[in-house]
């Protein structure tokens, strides 16, 4: 019984003066890096012994930011929830990582025209919590956003912040999103050095490959680049899915570690802003009811496309194969994915176990 009484120590509630100066620093972030998979790291941990960090909720949930992106949605513009067959409903989370205007810091910086998100992900949890999707959507989707016509997908976020990148997904998607989180890059490196380091499997030059030991600083400098890549932009995404998974599987093995987790806790709470009903009770709902839930039961995939092209002005843009991805959608928003994966096993750009 000693470690929880020593984590609710670690996790003690801050002072006014600790918490603005916190806020103060994280509202002087320089240019961030797209952390999109921090709240889907998170809430796609799932295991025994959890629950005991929850304990120390208003610590916790005093920690994150709070923004309300649906308050302006028309609600009969929106798709329609499947229906509820057993005790729990599927989850779909929008995670967004945004440049330096606006962060998990100060989500109430966003300017029209000052900023676009730097990667874009839906998370998918199903309703029997056996399985779950994390499929990032290529930042240079040419896409159409409601009112403004045809553009790539993350300047919804620059005309009109998280309310039309909802709007937006969801018009492209026919997915009803419950959820959304933003953040940015200083979240990538706290959270992987909260857990000590990650291991990620990368080619070892002789054919084989090997699990190399990063850093947040090396893991960061890892997801970052892109021109070294033969495949540019979408290799920069499986690097970063690689990131994501590395994290699940190292929260999995070390949830028994009441100060790594503390650690880790503190770290994803303090690096996100996410939307009112996204609570620590919510979040501790969605742990529980997927505790058997490994990285195994995951798939980490990108958006189906074609390739890359030119819009009409001459912009560089990435076409969407809207042939696969539109049924990909379709069985996320009826909650069928294991089923569509099965049965669909061309077309699909999923995260294999080694990254280049």
């Known amino acids: 019984m000693a470690a929880p009484d020593r984590m609710g ?8 003066v600790d918490r603005d100066l916190r806020h103060a620093r994280r509202t002087r972030r320089s240019k961030g890096f797209a952390a999109w998979f921090v ?4 809430l796609l941990v799932g295991g025994g012994g959890t629950a005991a960090y929850f304990g120390y909720r208003m610590s916790l949930d005093n920690n994150l930011e709070r ?33 330096s205007r606006i962060s998990a810091g100060d989500p109430s910086a966003w300017e029209a025209g000052a900023q676009r998100t730097d990667a874009i992900m839906l998370v998918h949890l199903s309703a029997d919590r056996q399985s779950a999707a ?24 620059s005309y009109g912040g998280p309310t039309l990148m909802i709007q937006t997904v969801e018009d492209l998607t026919g997915v009803r999103i419950d959820h959304f989180a933003v953040t940015d890059f200083e979240s990538f490196t706290s959270l992987t050095d909260a857990l000590d380091g990650v291991e990620i499997t990368v080619p070892d ?20 680049e892109r021109y070294a890549l033969a495949n540019g932009d979408f290799g ?8 994501m998974r590395a994290i699940v599987a190292k929260v999995n093995n070390n949830r028994s570690d009441p100060l790594r987790m503390t650690r880790f806790f503190e770290a994803v709470t303090s690096s996100v802003a996410v939307d009112e009903a996204l609570t620590i009770d919510r979040i501790q709902e969605l742990f529980e009811s997927a505790r058997d839930l490994s990285t195994n039961d995951i798939t980490f995939m990108t958006a189906p496309y074609t390739g890359t092209g030119r ?11 809207r042939a696969v991805f539109d049924p990909l959608m379709q069985a996320v928003a009826t909650d069928e994915v294991p089923d569509f994966l099965a ?7 999923l995260l294999p176990a080694v990254v280049q």
């Open 67 to 99: 923004l309300d992106p649906f308050a302006e949605i028309e609600p009969s513009t929106r798709p329609t929830a499947p229906p509820v067959a057993g005790p729990t409903a599927p989850v779909n989370i929008l995670v967004l990582g945004s440049d």
């Open 205 to 224: 030059g002789e054919g084989g490959s090997v699990r190399q030991a990063m850093t947040g600083e090396e893991a960061l400098a890892f997801t970052r």
């Open 343 to 349: 049965g669909t096993p061309e077309g699909l750009d």
């Open 9 to 16: 120590d670690l996790l003690a509630a801050p002072n006014p």
């Open 236 to 243: 920069r995404v499986q690097r970063q899915q690689a990131w």
């Open 134 to 157: 994390a499929i990032s959507i290529p930042r240079d989707s040419w896409v159409p956003i409601p009112g403004h016509g045809e553009a790539k997908i993350n300047a919804a976020f």
């Open 39 to 42: 709240v889907g790291a998170l």
């Open 311 to 321: 819009s009409a002005d001459g912009q560089s843009i990435v076409v969407l194969d």
